[in-house]
């Protein structure tokens, strides 16, 4: 026993050692003037807190072992005793926006990721260690299905430092994982198209049409806004001037300089979404307008319309413009963003000598159409948008023949191949020694506007007509199911991965939300269909029966609510499990008492993720290449904290 003891001591001491000479010795992370007090933790209600570190924007700001130490000391002396960190995938593909890729060094951007990878040689295995020496617990964040957004070049292009470029609408993917650069088939596929209308495609087109609603629109733009659309009196209809542009590639945008014609009339039609859902009872009074009389060759595969007005003209460009050809309508892929340029060496060049894969977040609006001339369109960025049902008012849309055949970079869970994947990088991440794994499902891959229509991969097929006795390929089908039948694929793997992991003697831990207790076919925020989900439907209960710990992973965006996934929490609480609750608060108000106060009133609760370390608690050095503490929301939850502890 007095050993043990004198053991303990021992390594109390010494970790003390170690933070105090790092922190005195630090001369990249600004703290010398910034004095912060170890915040009150766990909480009266016994609640703990732990910050998660998303890695790849981290390595944004040049980091060597140094840094990483300076970072993991500041949180051990903020007195957190876990920490999750979000692992760089195999291959490092490019995540929620393409700053978040390996970019050559010399051109401009600001990207210090490449210098940061060479620095560290592995990342992930130095955040791990500089935690764990520390005393914390170190958690790694595996995210299956982020095997890279699938950010496009023009067709004919080439981004040096991307494995591999693979062909699709809009022009060449980019920055996929390992496993999809190799093998693209084995992502999530669309339902095919048949022959005849396939052929279309091969024709010129030959007419446009695009419908602006003159009715009310309602539409959740955040979590408690919208937009209040009262609709156009007659008198204050505007019929816009158009001009027509077309590009062969995606990359530069020409002007048709012939006399288009566009007719107008008013006509009443049923409002449907990109997905074909109904979102209006009764048929709605629409402007159409038709685009004709112009004529181009059928290799220009992409065209788009710029307004010179186009206030209170609402579209939904996902199902509301049309194109035909000779032979009748074609599927056609719209958009309303732009490539954006973030190295100006290479913006000055033109689209065909300048070197791709140096972009930005898209953007939208007035920028787009000042630059998708020499930049092109991002399609599919985050599907119909962040919360409705994509009514816009754009003075843009592009509009590309065909659809995509895959999701972007979701793989399929379906093949073996791609369950054997994963198993391996939970075996990598098990040997690493992290004291436990975290499954989160939410990602960046599975940007599309009609996600009904993918899941028509073969093992899927093949399990539809044996459950339900029907070809997926030749009659209409329910989508939830669909992703039930992806949903036991998933488990295959993780019933594997919890065995390997609990094997090991580590935890295991899986982000669940209210939409796998409540299934709804919707794309706004939280539910199934969101763009930054994998549409699929698990099983939650044979879920928290094989992990130890459980997060609800749904935005409150400071409104938390008890009662989502309610019996998600209650079940996995009367199980022994440890539930904890994502917060948002570099992107939402998630430091505030009463949110904060409402998640101490459930008992259910055991814990509270802060995402993210980047931005929340920490500047870790881009754009501006300057690292310090975020005083104002350190700060800030030391108050909310303390006031916590008081009550």
Not at 508 to 520: M, W
Not at 550 to 568: C, E, F, L, M
Request: hydrophobic share 35%; aromatic share 12%; proline share 5%.
């Amino acid at each position: 026993m007095k050993k043990v003891t004198s053991l303990t001591i021992l390594l109390i001491i010494t970790t003390g050692s170690i933070i105090a000479q790092i922190a005195n010795n630090s001369n990249t992370l600004n703290t010398s003037s910034l004095s912060f007090k170890k915040l009150p933790m766990p909480t009266k209600g016994g609640k703990m807190y732990a910050p998660v570190v998303d890695i790849m924007p981290q390595l944004r700001g040049f980091h060597d072992n140094n840094k990483v130490r300076e970072e993991m000391v500041f949180l051990k002396k903020l007195g957190f005793d876990r920490v999750y960190f979000v692992l760089c995938q195999p291959g490092y593909p490019s995540f929620s926006d393409p700053t978040l890729s390996v970019m050559p060094t010399d051109k401009g951007t600001g990207i210090q990721t490449l210098e940061s990878i060479l620095a560290l040689g592995d990342p992930n295995y130095v955040y791990l260690y500089e935690a764990q020496r520390l005393g914390m617990e170190a958690w790694a964040i595996i995210k299956p299905y982020e095997s890279g957004t699938g950010f496009t070049i023009p067709h004919g292009t080439n981004a040096p430092l991307s494995r591999k470029q693979i062909e699709t609408i809009g022009g060449q993917h980019i920055h996929f994982d390992n496993l999809i650069s190799d093998n693209p088939n084995l992502r999530v596929k669309r339902k095919p198209y048949h022959d005849s209308i396939l052929n279309r495609l091969d024709e010129p087109i030959k007419s446009l049409e695009v419908a602006f609603s003159l009715d009310s629109i309602r539409q959740r733009v955040s979590s408690n806004k919208y937009l209040e659309f009262d609709g156009l009196k007659d008198s204050e209809i505007q019929i816009p001037d158009i001009a027509l542009w077309y590009s062969e590639t995606n990359g530069r945008y020409v002007k048709y300089n012939g006399n288009i014609k566009v007719e107008s009339k008013f006509e009443y039609r049923q409002v449907e979404d990109a997905n074909g859902f109904s979102l209006a009872k009764e048929p709605k009074r629409f402007l159409v307008l038709t685009i004709k009389n112009f004529s181009l060759p059928e290799n220009y595969s992409y065209l788009a319309i710029t307004l010179d007005q186009n206030k209170n003209l609402y579209t939904i460009p996902y199902s509301m413009i049309k194109a035909y050809t000779r032979s009748g309508e074609i599927p056609i892929t719209t958009g309303i963003h732009s490539r954006s340029p973030m190295s100006q060496e290479e913006a000055s060049k033109s689209p065909e000598v300048r070197e791709w894969g140096l972009e930005k977040r898209p953007v939208k609006g007035e920028e787009a159409a000042k630059s998708f001339m020499d930049w092109g369109f991002e399609f599919e960025f985050q599907g119909t948008g962040h919360w409705g049902d994509g009514w816009v008012s754009s003075p843009l849309y592009g509009i590309a023949k065909g659809k995509r055949k895959y999701m972007a970079g979701t793989p399929c869970e379906a093949y073996a191949e791609v369950r054997e994947y994963w198993l391996d990088q939970v075996q990598r991440v098990v040997k690493m020694g992290f004291d436990g794994i975290d499954f989160r499902l939410q990602n960046h891959s599975g940007m599309v506007s009609d996600y009904v229509n993918y899941g028509y991969n073969e093992p899927i097929v093949k399990r539809y007509k044996e459950k339900y006795g029907v070809d997926m390929l030749t009659a209409d089908v329910d989508p939830l199911k669909i992703m039930e039948i992806r949903g036991e694929f998933f488990l295959l793997f993780l019933e594997k991965a919890t065995d390997i992991i609990h094997d090991s003697g580590k935890k295991v831990q899986v982000h669940l939300r209210h939409a796998h207790e409540e299934r709804v076919l919707s794309d706004e925020f939280n539910e199934l269909g969101f763009w930054a989900m994998p549409k699929i439907v698990l099983d939650w209960k044979k879920v928290v029966d094989l992990v130890d710990e459980v997060t609800i992973k749904d935005y409150y965006h400071g409104d938390y609510r008890p009662k989502r996934a309610n019996s998600i929490k209650t079940y996995a609480n009367d199980k022994g499990k440890r539930v904890w609750v994502h917060n948002y608060f570099t992107q939402g108000d998630g430091v505030n008492f009463d949110f904060l106060n409402a998640i101490e009133q459930d008992k259910r609760i055991d814990g509270v993720l802060l995402y993210e370390v980047d931005g929340g608690i920490l500047h870790t050095g881009f754009p501006d290449k300057k690292s310090k503490p975020n005083d104002e929301n350190i700060n800030k939850l030391q108050n909310v904290l303390q006031k916590l502890k008081k009550n």
